[in-house]
């Protein structure tokens, strides 16, 4: 495995060992966390004296060990403005890539552990071997990856938002360190539907810097789909010591596909990486409701399944209360553990309330069965912004900015806009409930409402977005999503 990274991530030109040099510096300072996180790993591997896949997913360390890989490359994801379906698909391709590179860490260092006879080697005697493979995999090769992260982020984005009356058209970054491979490819230009596009969208390698641009149509002449397509299999092809070509796992589109790595990477290749797969895919799925392809099809919305992977129980969906209890509008009832979110034509006008109340409603099933109310995170970034909206009428101003936008939104009959002010509103009496409009006094007077509530709104900003929110209250809707990924880390 180390000879296939080294030869799959490493470029000997001068250039190139420039930029490393940087981005030892850059990334040791930004991710230093993630190299004590591989310490502790490799370590309680060795106090449980073996390894195996299924381990990721009940020993705390390796969590702690993925979710730290997971939060730097998410770094990059969210540094750009994209769909919030797209950059869910990302973060999950993350996801997995993190699951799958400590898999093939704590694999290789388990092969160290054992002596000729079959015993335990003293810990002395592994740790300068484990502390290698802790710079290698999570410094050394995470820059690397960080990097090509980076670049595939910024191009899904970009592909995500392509409009229908331009060509792409290929470009570099027009000076001398662009590889010669690279430079040939420049200025094809091709619909955004060619084959081409599909296996050579940019980045083409690790430390890319080439990008594909809209350019309108019939200002370029459109080039020869074949020939192009023989010029990238050219740029992306390099023959290395064990005859296989290293270069062809770029053929992808990160976009198209809606990954950030490329799909046949060598993580994906080490012993027990299809069980971790299979696992991660099984715990997304495990509690996805019978009739949510049913809504989405009768609201017109797509729904972020990631939502259901904080349930930690079977919890029924339905349009029609099937007890005739609660209110005609959208609940979760804790007692009998299931969610009614009703169509009705308030879904139905506004498709940000239709796809909003199923992550708010399930926000609220996934806060009862895990106690999130009672986590002190919660309570603690309640109190902090408590305090900061007690400062300078700060209650009064928000307020007043989402009753006026709310106002005016109803009046111009934009629903969208107008449900996204009365889930600031409703989040505003979460904190106080002198201030704002939403849910009664006497329910927030109920102990633990006013966090089930909060929550319930974090959950809608993590995966519906809030343009308002984050205008009103920045700090706020920044703080909310940060708090639903860190209770997503402390999952049981």
């Not at 053929?251 to 991660?280: I, S």
């Amino acid at each position: 495995m180390h000879a296939r990274l080294d030869s799959l991530y490493s470029c000997n030109c001068e250039d190139c060992q420039k930029q490393n040099t940087v981005l030892n510096l850059g990334v040791s300072d930004s991710f230093k966390q993630l190299l004590k996180d591989g310490e502790k790993a490799f370590k309680h591997l060795h106090k449980k004296g073996s390894y195996k896949p299924e381990d990721l997913k009940t020993e705390k360390p390796y969590q702690k060990l993925i979710q730290s890989t997971f939060d730097a490359f998410d770094f990059a994801i969210k540094d750009n403005d994209m769909p919030e379906v797209m950059r869910a698909a990302l973060q999950e391709d993350a996801r997995l890539f993190g699951s799958l590179k400590a898999n093939a860490q704590l694999f290789e260092a388990s092969k160290l552990l054992l002596n000729n006879d079959g015993r335990l080697k003293p810990f002395s005697e592994v740790s300068k071997d484990f502390d290698k493979l802790n710079v290698n995999y999570n410094q050394n090769y995470l820059e690397a990856e960080y990097e090509f992260a980076v670049a595939s982020s910024q191009a899904a984005a970009q592909w995500a938002n392509l409009g229908d009356r331009y060509n792409l058209q290929y470009r570099t970054a027009q000076d001398e360190r662009v590889r010669a491979s690279h430079q040939v490819l420049a200025d094809i230009t091709l619909p955004k539907e060619d084959a081409f596009w599909g296996s050579f969208y940019p980045p083409n390698g690790w430390r890319c810097r080439c990008v594909a641009v809209e350019v309108l149509k019939g200002k370029y002449d459109e080039s020869d789909s074949a020939k192009a397509i023989t010029a990238g299999e050219k740029a992306t092809t390099e023959i290395g010591k064990d005859g296989k070509n290293r270069l062809e796992i770029f053929r992808f589109n990160p976009g198209a596909q809606k990954v950030v790595f490329p799909p046949a990477h060598p993580y994906g290749k080490v012993k027990g990486a299809k069980q971790v797969e299979k696992q991660l895919k099984t715990d997304k799925n495990k509690f996805i409701p019978t009739g949510i392809d049913d809504y989405e099809n009768k609201t017109g919305v797509k729904v972020n399944r990631a939502i259901f992977s904080f349930l930690k129980m079977e919890t029924p969906f339905h349009i029609v209360s099937p007890d005739r209890v609660g209110t005609n509008g959208a609940f979760f009832h804790p007692d009998k553990n299931y969610v009614v979110i009703p169509i009705d034509k308030a879904r139905l006008k506004s498709k940000w309330k239709a796809e909003s109340v199923v992550y708010h409603e399930f926000g609220h099933a996934a806060d009862w069965q895990n106690e999130f109310k009672f986590n002190k995170s919660v309570t603690d970034l309640m109190k902090k912004h408590r305090s900061i909206l007690r400062q300078d009428n700060g209650y009064s101003q928000v307020e007043r900015k989402a009753y006026e936008m709310g106002y005016k939104s109803q009046m111009n009959e934009d629903w969208d806009t107008a449900n996204k002010c009365m889930a600031v509103s409703d989040t505003i009496m979460s904190l106080n409930s002198n201030y704002g409009q939403g849910h009664s006094k006497a329910y927030f007077k109920i102990k633990g409402m006013s966090e089930a509530e909060f929550l319930a709104h974090a959950f809608e900003n993590k995966f519906a977005g809030n343009d308002v929110f984050k205008e009103i209250m920045p700090e706020l809707y920044d703080d909310t999503i940060k708090l639903i990924e860190e209770l997503k880390t402390k999952l049981k």
